[in-house]
């Protein structure tokens, strides 16, 4: 199964100061075995991104998605994005 990767939109990124806009970071399942974004009490898709520092949620109206990229190739910390 192919992975899918997260950044923040730039109009939120003041929202998520630890996070950069440049960065495309790994989308993680929220629980084992469910799917990799959850709907909360509130109706909103929920997306759970690996940082260095650990789990985040935000919710996934604020990130833009992609097929996660093979890393062999590129040189770490990478942010390449999609022309």
């Given at each position: 199964m192919a992975g899918v990767q997260a950044r923040?939109?730039?109009e939120h990124?003041?929202?998520y100061p630890d996070l950069s806009a440049?960065?495309?970071?790994?989308?993680a399942p929220i629980f084992?075995?469910?799917?990799?974004?959850m709907v909360n009490m509130a109706g909103e898709r929920l997306a759970r991104l690996?940082?260095?520092r650990g789990f985040?949620?935000?919710?996934?109206e604020?990130?833009?998605?992609?097929?996660?990229?093979?890393?062999?190739?590129r040189p770490p910390g990478d942010s390449e994005a999609i022309a």
């Open positions: 923040v939109r730039s990124q003041r929202k440049s960065r495309w970071y790994e989308v084992p075995g469910v799917t990799q974004r690996a940082t260095p985040v949620i935000i919710p996934a604020h990130l833009e998605f992609r097929p996660s990229v093979p890393q062999e190739g």
